[in-house]
DNA sequence: AGAAGACATAGGCACAGCTTATGCACTCCC
DNA sequence: GGGAGTGCATAAGCTGTGCCTATGTCTTCT
């Protein structure tokens, strides 16, 4: 029933040691390394030594010239990286998070969005111009609207299918939503995908109601044969809840694909399709309506349209 | 011209708040969280009180019956899992090179499998039998058939065309060479693509000779139209320091497209085509011939194939 | 041969974070 | 409605990690 997986090793636990072996990758010596992260060469030097323990292998090749990195090292480096950008992309979203209302860009994001594209953009947006801050604010797509028509938000990125009147709305993404089971699930090892009316009589772990990937699996069922979906099997709150639920054969859910790439790919939960059924939606920015977006809101909409 | 983000803020550094964060969301409580971690209920609370000071917002909503997560809990917890999972990843491989030679599957693999394929297979290799002990050897694809051959590994992972006499091969995924520059150099903003000979004729910035990717470069060069190579501008030891070098305008790089997918999605470094020119390349599995992989090696080559 | 650059070692200090013990608030149930 | 139980907060004290400054050693370039 654990989804999770155990806790991190103490050795992952601290990035800053893998921090510094970037650096040094790019810098070429320890000591220039140390110096960009604000703290003296030995303590740099004692760091990585302790990471060479962790890994139980040489990562540094020291020379009087500087230091290298080993082909270990390269490898350590490369998999460090994708960490280090991964609490990047956690550093941005934060920030924009704790710039309330104080920010130059003010943006309203639906979860979906907010959760598996906006930190990139941020970023983006960041590196076009390092002074721009974003302020943050995450809500359902009703009040992303609301709050773009208020003015309280420059610029806002939905998830529902309709646009409220007053906005322009643009595509930036679209977004699939994904049937999910345990592998030890009977559907799992079925030979033929659910039928969408199967899928509709059946419970399923699931959001509160007002969830934006909720509404948008009722709707589908609606449209496709006015089919209503039985009551859930259980409402939890948060996504790591759904996926510990399902992982742990509780019964399936829906979620966003984005969701559960990492499970897929780790075997732990099974994707299935849905006979007939079309549960993709589009992903937009939404701004008032006759005044066109300029500023840093314009570049975040740039940025996202370019896509990734 | 630093290539690289500046050291990530001090509250991303270490990550067990965030793994905190994730485990309250699955279990449900404070205490159940700090219990999940082998630490005490206080312990777990104080990091938690401190990651919300940290994010300046309530994260948290405490109830007498438990806690759960607020949306803006939701949205750092979504941000956190991303980047456990990449420390995930990270502990998935030093664990791999860690055990050296002791390890019940024995795989050698090539640069451009180790970095970017194998720790997730590795995970989903835990997953099917905890028990599995992995050692992990990697060189380039000359010295990973020869460890093969010579039974020092179980299963190899090669990215060269040719696969040695001996060995039976299968493709598990296919690597693409992207030529990227620095947004400033006159190529990002040039109407058309580069031709082949244009490529060939100018200097790179690359990795020393016997690199697979170089390798396959002058390869598909060669091939193309039987052209030679300029000399490299500037050559490298690390994947990081080309891109440090490209982004720092020195000049263009060939490199897998899997390594510079970050930096395109911030727009950091810009991607081109060559006209006409097969820059793709395929990633296999080998083993010894007459002799099919039994035990974790055939697992782990089941889950290669499968895919991602 | 001398000088400079780069990393290692040593000693001492400061602070962050953990544990145990206890207190407080809200629910649930009879 | 009152009592019990669950769950989180607070308090106090201690341990250990990690940093800095200062200095030593080795290599390489001139």
Redesign the interface.
């Known amino acids: 029933m654990p989804?999770?997986?155990r806790?991190?090793?103490r050795?992952?636990?601290?990035?800053?040691g893998?921090?510094l072996l970037?650096?040094v990758?790019?810098l070429?010596s320890i000591g220039q390394a140390a110096g960009?992260?604000?703290m003296s060469q030995p303590a740099a030097s004692a760091r990585l030594r302790q990471l060479e323990a962790?890994?139980?292998?040489a990562l540094l090749e020291r020379r009087a010239r500087g230091t290298?990195?080993t082909?270990?090292g390269?490898?350590?480096?490369?998999?460090?990286?994708?960490?280090?950008?991964?609490?990047?992309?956690?550093?941005a979203?934060?920030?924009a998070?704790?710039a309330?209302r104080h920010g130059h860009v003010r943006i309203a994001a639906s979860?979906t969005v907010?959760?598996?594209l906006l930190?990139?953009w941020l970023?983006?947006l960041r590196?076009?111009d390092p002074e721009t801050v974003v302020a943050l604010d995450?809500?359902n797509s009703a009040e992303v609207a609301t709050s773009v028509l208020a003015g309280t938000a420059d610029i806002g990125f939905v998830e529902s299918p309709e646009v409220a009147s007053g906005l322009s709305a643009r595509e930036v993404a679209r977004d699939e939503l994904a049937l999910v089971v345990a592998p030890s699930h009977p559907w799992a090892s079925r030979r033929r995908e659910p039928r969408a009316e199967e899928l509709a009589a059946t419970s399923l772990v699931s959001r509160e109601r007002g969830s934006g990937t909720r509404w948008a699996l009722e709707r589908a069922l609606r449209e496709h044969a006015g089919l209503e979906t039985a009551e859930p099997l259980l409402e939890v709150?948060?996504?790591?809840?759904i996926k510990?639920a399902v992982t742990g054969g509780i019964g399936p859910a829906v979620l966003s694909a984005r969701?559960v790439?990492?499970e897929?790919?780790?075997?732990?939960l099974v994707r299935l399709g849905v006979t007939e059924l079309d549960l993709t939606r589009s992903l937009r920015a939404v701004w008032p309506e006759g005044t066109p977006l300029r500023g840093p809101a314009r570049d975040l909409l740039a940025?996202a349209l370019?896509g990734?």
């Open positions: 989804m999770s997986s806790p991190l090793p050795s992952v636990r601290d990035l800053t893998y921090e970037l650096s990758a790019e070429g960009s992260h604000g962790d890994v139980g292998t290298r990195l082909t270990a390269e490898l350590v480096a490369s998999w460090a990286q994708a960490t280090v950008e991964a609490a990047s992309d956690l550093a979203g934060i920030a998070l704790r309330d979860l907010a959760e598996y930190p990139r970023i983006a590196a076009s995450s809500g709150s948060s996504t790591t809840a510990a969701a790439s990492t897929l790919a780790a075997g732990t940025i370019r990734e």
